[in-house]
C-alpha cells in the first residue's frame, strides 16, 4: 500500500460545481497536511496547509482533514475555469525545524468546463 | 519578492552529454529539494540539501548529482548514467516551518534529443 494515494482523475465538471478532490494515508505519523495547484508546465504553489483534524476555509476552498480515518478533502466552491489545474496533496510527519520531508499524492487533475 | 528561480526553462540534451539545471532562492532557506515529474508518476525526490555543503539521495539519485556551495544555489546535474532524463524537473526550498512546505520554483523541462 502506498503511503498517499489520490485519485488521478482526470476529473470534470461544470463551472459553478462544487468540487471534491481526496487523498488517504496510511501512515499515523502525518501530522500537517497541504494542498497543491499546479498549473499547466508550472511549479506547483501551495494553495491550504492545516495541521488539527476538523476544516480550514480560505475564500472559495476548504481543507478538511478527518486523522481517524487517515483522510483528508479539499472543496472548491462555485468552481472557475481558472481552477484548471493538478492539484496534489501533501503531507509531512515532522514537526521541528530544518529539512522534513513531505510525502506527495501523484495529483489529481481538474477541468472546469465553462 | 522572494522566490526561487530555475533556470533555463527548456533544455534539450543529446545523449551522452551532461546538464546542469540551475536552481536559486532569495528565501533564506535552508532546505533544498530537486524532484522529477513525469506524467503519471506523481513527484520522485532525487536529492535534498539540509544545510551548505551537505546533501543526501532520494528516492531516484542514480544518474543525478548535485552540490549545495552556497545557501542559496543548489544545481542539479543530469550525467550520461541517466538513461531516460526526459522529464519536468522542479526544485523546492522550505525554511525552519514545517506549516510552510515547501516553495517551489517554475520547473525545467529536459528534453533528450
Known amino acids: 500500500q502506498k503511503e498517499v494515494e489520490q485519485d488521478p482523475g482526470p476529473l470534470s465538471v461544470p463551472e459553478g460545481a462544487i468540487v471534491s478532490l481526496n487523498c488517504t494515508y496510511s501512515n499515523s505519523a502525518f501530522q500537517y497536511f497541504m494542498w497543491y495547484r499546479q498549473y499547466s508546465r508550472k511549479g506547483p504553489e501551495l494553495l491550504m496547509y492545516t495541521y488539527s483534524s476538523g476544516n480550514k476555509e480560505d475564500g472559495r476552498f476548504t481543507a478538511q482533514v478527518d486523522k481517524s480515518s487517515k483522510y483528508i478533502s479539499l472543496f472548491i466552491r462555485d468552481s472557475q475555469p481558472s481552477d484548471s489545474a493538478t492539484y496534489l496533496c501533501?503531507?509531512?510527519?515532522?514537526?521541528?525545524?530544518?529539512?522534513?520531508?513531505?510525502?506527495f499524492g501523484k495529483g489529481t487533475k481538474l477541468s472546469v468546463i465553462p | 519578492d522572494g522566490g526561487i528561480t530555475q533556470s533555463p526553462k527548456y533544455l534539450f540534451r543529446k545523449e551522452g552529454q551532461n546538464v546542469t539545471l540551475s536552481c536559486e532562492q532569495n528565501?533564506?532557506?535552508?532546505?533544498m529539494y530537486w524532484y522529477r515529474q513525469d506524467p503519471g508518476q506523481g513527484l520522485r525526490l532525487i536529492y535534498y540539501?539540509?544545510?551548505?555543503?551537505?546533501?543526501q539521495k532520494g528516492d531516484i539519485a542514480e544518474g543525478y548529482s548535485v552540490s549545495r556551495e552556497k545557501k542559496e544555489s543548489f544545481p542539479l546535474t543530469v550525467t550520461s548514467a541517466q538513461k531516460n532524463p526526459t522529464a519536468f524537473y522542479l526544485c523546492?526550498?522550505?525554511?525552519?516551518?514545517?506549516?510552510?512546505?515547501?516553495?517551489f520554483g517554475s520547473g525545467t523541462r529536459l528534453t533528450v534529443v
Open positions: 523546492a526550498s522550505s525554511g525552519d516551518r514545517s506549516v510552510q512546505g515547501y516553495t
Open positions: 528565501l533564506n532557506h535552508d532546505a
Open positions: 501533501a503531507m509531512s510527519a515532522h514537526s521541528g525545524a530544518g529539512s522534513y520531508q513531505l510525502t
Open positions: 540539501s539540509q544545510i551548505v555543503n551537505d546533501f
